[in-house]
């Protein structure tokens, strides 16, 4: 059973619009991740989550993106104004002391 | 700089064979983890298998062992007799200090195995 499950597994959007992508950790975890892996590249780290802020991000994560932990259990991407080049394959991944990263399913993101 | 370097965009081996996957790492750190995950065709990450900068013997897990060679900063991923299942996309990734803490990953451009019959 997978420790992460992520929601939408697959998101057409048009250009301009805004998406919200989400993910739920199955137990506890402290530590959240959102990568993006364009298509036929390479995984990229966007943003870690501790203790319910932002604990670091890349330079990819501008302000288009944001990130949050509404009910404390959901963790949720939410990118505005979306463009073509969003469009990628966005996993979340849950960490724990001394304990690999494991990721979601992750959520396509089609962007026309 | 690239941090993790993948050299083999791609690589065939024989069912029940062995093969091995290059990785190579580059950090001034002398505390990091290395990691080894398997992306299928229908998109998600598995992982596989860990190895610690400090860790005395190579990491094994099943099928999967690591050819840790610290001085050659190489984290090499070997499969052992291949299954068609296998065939996939593997990222190596890095994982530098704090390492039990929140770093992000970095990754390799990835390889992708194909399993022959």
């Known amino acids: 059973e997978p420790e992460v499950t992520q929601t939408p597994s697959h998101q057409v959007t048009q250009m301009g619009q805004e998406v919200i992508l989400r993910c739920v950790p199955i137990?506890?975890?402290?530590?959240f991740y959102w990568y993006r892996q364009i298509l036929g590249q390479k995984v990229e780290f966007l943003v870690s989550?501790?203790?319910?802020?932002?604990?670091?991000k890349s330079e990819i994560f501008d302000d288009q993106f944001s990130v949050e932990r509404p009910d404390g259990s959901n963790f949720t991407l939410k990118i505005r104004s979306t463009k073509l080049e969003d469009s990628a394959m966005y996993f979340c991944?849950?960490?724990?002391?001394?304990?690999?990263?494991?990721f979601g399913d992750g959520t396509r993101l089609s962007i026309l | 700089a690239q941090k993790i370097t993948q050299t083999q965009p791609g690589m065939f081996v024989q069912e029940k064979e062995a093969v091995t996957l290059d990785c190579t790492y580059d950090t001034s750190d002398p505390s990091y983890g290395l990691f080894w995950y398997k992306q299928p065709s229908s998109g998600e990450m598995i992982f596989l298998i860990y190895q610690g900068s400090y860790d005395q013997q190579n990491a094994t897990e099943g099928r999967y062992s690591l050819n840790f060679q610290k001085a050659r900063k190489s984290a090499n991923l070997v499969i052992s007799a291949s299954q068609l299942g296998d065939s996939a996309m593997y990222f190596c990734?890095?994982?530098?200090?704090?390492?039990?803490?929140?770093?992000?990953?970095?990754f390799g451009k990835g390889t992708r195995l194909s399993v022959i019959a």
């Open positions: 991944a849950l960490g724990q002391l001394n304990q690999p990263q494991h």
């Open positions: 990734a890095m994982r530098e200090p704090p390492v039990s803490g929140n770093t992000p990953l970095v």
């Open positions: 137990s506890n975890h402290l530590y």
């Open positions: 989550f501790y203790n319910n802020e932002i604990s670091e």
